[in-house]
């Protein structure tokens, strides 16, 4: 059974940056590929980035690109998605997941497990 843990989310004015990170064990995490999602209210789960198992950025959401980074280290287990220059619109909770046969990187579908989720609140 593979578990991830979200960590990192908080507090922060427009313009500030966060660092969450996802602690995954349970199996080769080696093997996966890696997603971030967020989800506001009233609103369905996005994707906002993914990260093949070899380091190779797969891709970004447009409304991020630029501000966000995904980065990955096998040997500690663990996936970072830096944020900066944090706008309002960016308050989600944040999630990550994982997935070993990852086609279409911004469906949920494709993925088989997921984290708890983490809050990120950007005040204006």
């Known amino acids: 059974q593979v578990q991830l843990v979200e960590s990192g989310g908080g507090l922060v004015q427009a313009g500030g940056s966060l660092r969450l990170s996802c602690a995954v064990s349970g199996r080769t995490f080696s093997s996966y590929s890696m997603g971030w999602f967020r989800q506001a209210p009233g609103k369905e789960r996005e994707f906002v980035g993914a990260?093949?198992?070899?380091?190779?950025?797969?891709a970004y959401a447009n409304s991020v690109k630029g501000r966000f980074t995904i980065s990955r280290d096998n040997a500690k287990n663990t996936v970072s998605l830096q944020m900066n220059s944090l706008k309002p619109e960016d308050t989600a909770v944040y999630y990550c997941a994982a997935g070993v046969s990852v086609a279409a990187i911004g469906s949920t579908d494709e993925y088989e497990y997921w984290g708890q989720g983490t809050q990120v609140t950007v005040s204006s």
């Open positions: 990260i093949r198992w070899s380091g190779l950025i797969l």
